[in-house]
């Protein structure tokens, strides 16, 4: 009978994150100082992050060893499973041969702990008491929750309004772990008091969110910033993913053709497509999709130019696609797909024609979603569904073309704490949305002018 699951032994979790950056045709251009517009250094960053993750994030190193202590916490849920989506396929009547890594088996429920267990580590050795940080959808704070929990740092967690509303498990799951939650913007920060002087009803962003935590951490001498995405130490975590899967595909005689991941900062789509795109780069046939929301739909409609990471402007400029520090994304249940900008190594690859990207609206996502729980049995988390949605359409495309392609994508987190979403869907209260044109444009009419 044919494999439904391959399962890694604990002695084949990678020993090394992977950097693509020496591999890249063009790696990206260095974060900028706001104010003097010349290259970040070591010093500029010290503030908010342990030298250890500033030495990550400026390595030209392709290989970053793990240290034991993150590796013995990995232990806990990796290697994770990778699945082939026999009954999906069977559903969809494709030649496609389909397979997903399944990340929703970390204790938070997603893949956020490969990057949250690390960056707890490197900042307890430094001595740091406590981490401020932001979260979206949840996933990541629930995560850094996790993770201080383990190293014994307090943690404070910024969560965007909307989702703090429509996601109170999420909630839950971080104080649970002991983490302080409060809803962005927030009365704590001078950034989130501003945003409410300007609209009591804001209901907040990923970028400001960033900024209230990045102005907790840098006014407070005993605590740190920890990013969930976007950043390259961030993504260089994450790349735990895509190396088992590796080893996981080549058990069952496979490459893919087509890799697939939901991308809102970066680290989820890198995550799984880095090590892929190492041999693409080195002439491997390969393509390799990030998939977005619409509504937030910063690779497909951005501009690529540099701008700040936060709303507030308190962050370096940094060399992405950006729809605007300050545009102020719709409400959808996505909430991890909500940030205005994108990892500069996703940016970069997306420039140079080496990744695809494309946009989905949040009903045929949904759609997906309910297929693959019928067939597969896993409730995705919603931002996980954009991946599905990609990885059916480019099955279904195979039976058209009569085509028998290998297609991946991450699973990034299941959807258990996300059941108010499926609940609007199957009621009929979510909506479509595509953001306007011209209110991208008038967002991006407001970005720094670099000279």
Not at 179 to 196: C, D, E, F, Q, Y
Not at 231 to 256: D, R
Not at 264 to 289: C, Q, V, Y
Request: proline letters at 8%; glycine letters at 8%; a negative charge.
């Amino acid at each position: 009978m044919q494999e439904t699951k391959i399962i890694l032994s604990e002695k084949e979790i990678p020993r090394q994150w992977y950097n693509i950056t020496p591999d890249m045709p063009n790696p990206p251009k260095p974060p900028l100082h706001p104010a003097t517009q010349q290259p970040v250094g070591p010093d500029d960053l010290r503030a908010i992050f342990p030298m250890a993750l500033i030495e990550q994030e400026v390595s030209t190193q392709r290989w970053i060893d793990i240290p034991e202590e993150v590796l013995d916490i990995y232990t806990l849920w990796r290697p994770s499973p990778l699945f082939r989506a026999k009954r999906l396929e069977a559903f969809l009547k494709t030649p496609a041969r389909i397979y997903y890594k399944y990340e929703g088996v970390s204790p938070a429920g997603s893949h956020k702990p490969n990057t949250a267990i690390p960056q707890a580590y490197y900042n307890k050795k430094a001595g740091i008491k406590r981490i401020a940080t932001e979260t979206g959808a949840g996933q990541w704070g629930s995560s850094m929750a996790l993770a201080g929990t383990m190293f014994g740092l307090d943690v404070t967690v910024y969560m965007v309004k909307v989702s703090y509303s429509q996601k109170p498990y999420r909630r839950i799951a971080m104080e649970t772990w002991g983490a302080t939650v409060h809803a962005s913007p927030s009365t704590v920060t001078n950034s989130g008091r501003k945003a409410l002087e300007l609209d009591p009803n804001n209901p907040g962003s990923l970028g400001l969110a960033i900024s209230e935590a990045v102005e907790d951490a840098a006014t407070h001498p005993d605590t740190n910033y920890a990013l969930g995405s976007v950043l390259n130490h961030v993504v260089y975590h994450q790349s735990v993913i895509g190396l088992e899967a590796k080893k996981q595909l080549a058990v069952a005689g496979e490459y893919p053709d087509i890799v697939i991941g939901c991308c809102g900062g970066g680290s989820n789509f890198g995550g799984i497509a880095f090590p892929f795109l190492a041999d693409k780069i080195n002439g491997k046939e390969l393509r390799a999709i990030a998939v977005e929301p619409s509504s937030c739909p910063t690779l497909t409609k951005g501009d690529f130019r540099y701008d700040f990471g936060d709303t507030a402007g308190l962050t370096p400029f940094l060399m992405m696609y950006t729809l605007g520090h300050d545009f102020m994304p719709p409400g959808i249940h996505a909430g991890g797909l909500r940030y205005h900008g994108d990892s500069p190594l996703v940016s970069q690859l997306y420039k140079d024609g080496i990744i695809e990207a494309r946009a989905y609206r949040q009903l045929t996502v949904f759609e997906a979603a309910m297929a693959f729980a019928k067939t597969e049995a896993i409730i995705p988390a919603p931002e996980s569904s954009h991946a599905i949605r990609a990885a059916i359409d480019e099955a279904l495309l195979c039976k058209e073309e009569g085509k028998e392609k290998c297609i991946l994508f991450n699973l990034s987190g299941h959807g258990y704490l996300d059941l108010a979403a499926y609940d609007d869907y199957l009621n009929g209260k979510l909506v479509d949305f595509e953001y306007p044109d011209e209110s991208i444009k008038e967002s991006l009419a407001k970005l720094p002018v670099i000279k």
